[in-house]
């Protein structure tokens, strides 16, 4: 049956309207940006399929665009909408961090850093820069590593701090494993980026390290 049939408090777009999108199902959401369904099946039935299939937002989120426009009732078309949704929610997070005095609590950042970093599949190690008043200039991925690993060199991090006229930098780096503790060379490596800062006179706020949903600060564990 289409979802124009169904009585209004059953269809996904208007029990949105009425209750708020907190009240929908993952696949209600997805329904709604979906639009439209094939012969056979509505929107909602290939959301619920399409969901399945990835096991989970968070897994429809890291889908290749191969795999996504070869799926049932997905082409290019809603393929890019879909993708227009992720990035305009990434970017949400990103304006969080422009705000003033947004590092006074580390929730802005972490939150942020898990968006970014959380479902790389090699290890990043990537560096928050910013100006006097801790709002953001740039985020920028520094190394690229393998599963669990990546090669750290603190002289090109200052390079970069000093290109970018930073005052402040916040480190981070994801562990593909999905564990977020801090290994002995992690805490080895922010010392010596630490040490290597406070020669051109910019602090080292933060050293996230992001698991699968979690993020650990160095600075809330006494590590800096």
């Known amino acids: 049956m289409k979802m124009t049939n169904w009585p209004k408090y059953e269809r996904p777009r208007e029990k949105l309207l ?90 802005a950042a972490s939150n942020y850093l898990l968006a970014e970093l959380r479902d790389k599949p090699h290890e990043v190690f990537s560096m928050l820069l910013l100006n006097s008043q801790h709002q953001l200039i740039a985020f920028r991925h520094m190394f690229r590593g393998t599963i669990n690993s990546a090669a750290v060199y603190p002289r090109e991090l200052v390079k970069q701090a000093l290109e970018d006229n930073a005052a402040a930098v916040i480190l981070a780096h994801n562990h593909p494993s999905g564990v977020a503790e801090p290994s002995q060379a992690d805490i080895q490596i922010t010392k010596r980026i630490k040490q290597a800062m406070e020669l051109i006179d910019v602090r080292v706020l933060d050293h996230f390290v992001i698991g699968d949903g979690t993020a650990v600060s160095f600075a809330q564990r006494g590590l800096l």
């Not at 399409?50 to 809603?78: E, H, P």
């Open 18 to 107: 009425q209750f708020g999108a907190e009240a929908l199902s993952d696949a209600e959401l997805l329904a709604i940006v979906l639009n439209t369904g094939v012969k056979g099946k509505n929107a909602l039935e290939i959301a619920r399929e399409t969901l399945n299939s990835y096991g989970s937002v968070r897994g429809l989120m890291n889908a290749r665009k191969s795999q996504l426009t070869a799926s049932l009732g997905f082409g290019v078309a809603k393929y890019a909408t879909l993708t227009a949704c992720f990035e305009l929610t990434k970017r949400s997070l990103a304006e969080n961090l422009q705000k003033p005095h947004c590092f006074t609590q580390a929730d």
